[in-house]
């Protein structure tokens, strides 16, 4: 069956301190990896996408990386408004739906 | 700045009432989603369109809930009649697929929030 699984459920940070959150895959033929940011009260917000085994991108304190089986969000030096709920997704060969991960709730204190 | 638009924000209705949620896509997508989000199942699609056309609605309990695209810059989901288990945040994306391609983004609303009592 098709999985993805965010980990940790739940991180707080201080200002300053870089971390990693991690989205685990088992699916049959991806065609696509997303990572959306969520505020409270807010939809998703689309962030990266990420298509192959390798590729890297990057947005101001944010970097996306992808392998075959797992992604990595690293958040470098956080700062208190990158408090948020960050969700992976990922596209299935031959579908158009996403299939979302529940998420890591980001705390980033002071 | 080019966004998604839901309403209602907020829908409060007693169960056993119709509910009907509108999106206004993004100008220029043809490719809408409708979404579910509780905290105990995350992030669920109930439903899509691609130029207007339904293509896939299978997530979607179909005894009592219904999408349409009147056109392409309304689409709509309705439920009747409505249960205190359809309590949940409804999300609008859209997105457009390029000619000759299969990936996109898709781009969020706001969400409404109904809670059904």
């Known amino acids: 069956e098709d999985q993805v699984t965010q980990s940790p459920e739940a991180l707080r940070l201080q200002e300053g301190e870089s971390s990693s959150l991690n989205c685990s895959y088992t699916?049959?033929?991806?065609?696509?990896l997303f990572w959306y940011r969520q505020d409270p009260g807010k939809g998703p917000e689309f962030l990266f996408t990420?298509?192959?085994a390798g590729e890297e991108k990057e947005k101001e304190r944010l970097k996306a990386t992808l392998t075959k089986k797992e992604s990595f969000l690293h958040i470098t030096a956080p700062k208190p408004e990158d408090s948020a709920t960050y969700l992976c997704?990922?596209?299935?060969?031959?579908?158009?739906?996403?299939?979302f991960g529940t998420g890591t709730r980001l705390l980033v204190s002071p | 700045d080019a966004r998604v638009t839901q309403t209602p924000r907020h829908k409060v209705t007693e169960m056993g009432q119709e509910v009907t949620m509108r999106c206004q896509p993004i100008?220029?997508?043809?490719?809408v989603f409708w979404y579910r989000q509780t905290m105990m199942q995350g992030l669920e699609l109930l439903a899509y369109?691609?130029?207007?056309?339904?293509?896939?609605d299978s997530g979607m309990p179909k005894d009592r809930f219904s999408a349409e695209m009147p056109d392409a810059t309304l689409a709509t989901l309705k439920i009747q009649p409505s249960e205190p288990r359809d309590s949940a945040v409804y999300f609008c994306?859209?997105?457009?697929?390029?000619?000759?391609?299969?990936?996109?983004?898709?781009?969020f609303g706001p969400g409404t929030r109904l809670t059904v009592t």
């Open positions: 994306a859209s997105g457009l697929v390029p000619i000759g391609q299969d990936i996109y983004e898709q781009y």
């Open positions: 990420l298509y192959s």
């Open positions: 100008l220029g997508h043809n490719t």
């Open positions: 699916v049959s033929g991806l065609r696509g």
């Open positions: 997704a990922v596209r299935l060969r031959g579908f158009q739906k996403l299939v």
């Open positions: 369109f691609r130029n207007r056309a339904p293509l896939d």
